[in-house]
């Protein structure tokens, strides 16, 4: 999140550099995308501690699971339901966002072997935020002498709101041959751009939440000398605001009979608006160790703004756990989140 002065106050929605381990908060399509009878996701970012005293703290955890159609077919159809929390504080402001969804996919099969499925979700959930107006100062409290201790005429808003949210998103996959994976998919989150002003609407408070909508696109490809490389493109909008995010891991498989990995990768960020598409804001390395079909993933972002021009590291550390159980399809032996 960021803030502005002069009357405005912006914010960014939920947000990682490892958008790929969690996927439930990407695009509710892909839950229950896995060769595997449950899934456990969780991811933890912790942004600009150098910058500031009380850094910014993004947690997303999930749970889905995956079912084979009821429907007796030749197809090997099957469906998915999820639960996924998400909270997002800003501790200089005791800012708390919380939101908990639940998700449900239907994953058509194209072919009776299953390697190709078209897959449509809906999620729906309920977001809550508040804030703690006590720790806040304002320029009439200031005493003229050594701190804010005056009394405030600034009128306060309920410092608690609440609302539903809506999203929806399609997903296509392609195992074309071994451990070989091709993946695209979309988003939309934020349907009914519910307001999340803490204030009453006669007040001024309409402020909307903008949609978010979502592009996502995923190769497995496998190398030689038991290496598989995994090139990812994300692309977001939200209101005037977009993203574009490339990169790479490249997993190597040190043990095929114990499925341990390691994995590393190089990512880039560029961030700009509808009038033009910006540049460079960040690049990203990620380091992971995978054990069967564990995966604890460590990435860092190193900011490429004028904020860092100026001598602050803004940067931002994630670390992420996922976890699929009971593999079902040896066809792809790579972990897909």
Known sequence: MGNGFGGALWAQDRHFSQFYASPLTMNPALTGAFTGNFRLAGIYRDQWRAAIERPFTTLSTALD????????????????????????????FDFTANEINISAAYHKALDFKGLQYVSGA????????????????????????????????????????????????????????????????????HLTEPTISFFPRSEGGDSRLYRRFQIHSAMILPMPGNLFLSPRLHFLQQGPHREWMAGANLRFLTNDYSGVALHTGLWARLVGDVQQIGGLESGSVFFGIEWSNMLLGMSYDMGISEISNLGYRRGAFEISLGFVNEYSDEVVLCPTF
Do not use: C
Request: no cysteine; net charge positive; aromatic share 16%.
């Open 65 to 92: 699971f995956r079912f084979r159609s009821p429907v007796v077919s030749q197809y090997k159809d099957a469906f998915g339901v999820g639960l996924v929390f998400y909270k997002d504080e800003v501790r200089n």
């Open 122 to 189: 809906i999620q729906a959930g309920v977001s809550q935020r508040n804030i703690n107006f006590n720790n806040l100062t304002f320029q009439d409290m200031f005493n003229q002498r050594d701190g804010y201790t005056l009394p405030t005429a600034e009128r306060f808003p309920g410092n608690n709101i609440s609302f539903m949210d809506i999203a929806a998103g399609i997903n296509y996959s392609w195992i074309y041959r071994k451990n070989a994976l091709f993946q695209i998919g979309g988003a939309v989150h």
